[in-house]
Structures are given as structure tokens and as C-alpha cells.
């Protein structure tokens, strides 16, 4: 995906967010429930991490090069 303005990743960086969170909580309904599908689980948390790698690389296209 490519963005063209601070704008556009700040959006898209709070679209992540809430679907992180959204994941965080279908993760700790499943885990309520007794027996859950540890795949899903396992899966669900593979999607969360990829979301936080996202948005890390997301943050370090707003934060400008320091040349030290």
C-alpha cells in the first residue's frame, strides 16, 4: 500500500488500531469459552502481531530521518 500523505497513514494507522483491539477481544471471548479452538486462537494472534509489525512500520514512515 502506498500513501502519499501523513494524513492517509494516520488514517490508515488508526484503522489498525481498532481492528487490534477488536482482536483482542474476540481472542478473550474464544478464551471464555471452554472447550476453544486453539488454532483460531493461535491464528488470531498471528494476525495481531502482523497488525502491530504493520503499524510500526507505519510510525516509523512519520517519524523523519535524524542523521546523527
Excluded: C, S
Excluded at 469459552?33 to 486453539?38: G, H, K, M, N, R
Amino acid at each position: 500500500m502506498d500513501f502519499q500523505t501523513e494524513e492517509q497513514i494516520q488514517h490508515r494507522m488508526e484503522e489498525l488500531r481498532l481492528e487490534h483491539r477488536d482482536l483482542d477481544d474476540v481472542i478473550a471471548r474464544l478464551l471464555e469459552e471452554a472447550p476453544f479452538d486453539q488454532l483460531q486462537v493461535q491464528r488470531l494472534k498471528k494476525r495481531k502481531l502482523l497488525l502491530k509489525d504493520e503499524m510500526a512500520r507505519l510510525e516509523a514512515m512519520l517519524i523523519p530521518d535524524i542523521i546523527a
